[in-house]
């Protein structure tokens, strides 16, 4: 139902998407050592979502009939100085898997596979408001500077108590 070629690449985003959801716990830890405590939780809904998205890719090769195949995950590598880098990696990051979506979306055209493309245009959507939210979060950090973070920290509580009371309803 799917070819190798298609198969193939979207393995190699599933090793993306779980080696994002591994850069996020890492820079999760980082900001605990920190005590950014909300940071640190925002940076753990990360790293649960992009797990989401890589096993929702799993389950699409098995139902196309393709293999998963895993493959090992490099060390996370990022720039803890600060949260401020931490965050200014992370759009950088989310900007790197837009494109590797994209790519995955042109194979897609390539192979006259509209089934994968129709699957990939919820991806394509996730990296629109991905990019955009992180950015957001970027510009807000480097707008509060580092004596105001304590104020972002309470931001970001509310944020995550509102995604969470969306996420039980």
Not at 20 to 42: H, N, P, Q, T, V
Not at 73 to 92: Q, W
Not at 143 to 166: C, D, H
């Amino acid at each position: 139902m799917i070819s190798q070629k298609m198969a193939d690449a979207i393995n190699e985003q599933i090793k993306n998407e779980f080696y994002s959801g591994w850069l996020y716990l890492a820079m999760s830890f980082k900001a605990e050592e920190m005590s950014l405590k909300y940071f640190a939780e925002w940076f753990r809904l990360q790293e649960s979502e992009e797990k989401m998205h890589a096993n929702k890719m799993c389950n699409y090769l098995l139902d196309q009939g393709a293999e998963v195949k895993l493959s090992a995950l490099d060390k996370p590598k990022f720039d803890g100085s600060s949260i401020d880098a931490m965050v200014t990696e992370t759009v950088k990051h989310e900007k790197f898997i837009t494109d590797c979506i994209s790519n995955l979306v042109n194979v897609a055209k390539e192979e006259n596979d509209n089934a994968t493309f129709n699957f990939l245009q919820w991806y394509v959507e996730e990296q629109v408001e991905e990019v955009a939210s992180v950015t957001e979060l970027d510009d807000l950090v480097k707008l509060a500077g580092p004596g105001q973070l304590l104020l972002l920290e309470e931001r970001l509580k509310e944020v995550i108590s509102l995604r969470n009371s969306e996420t039980t309803a």
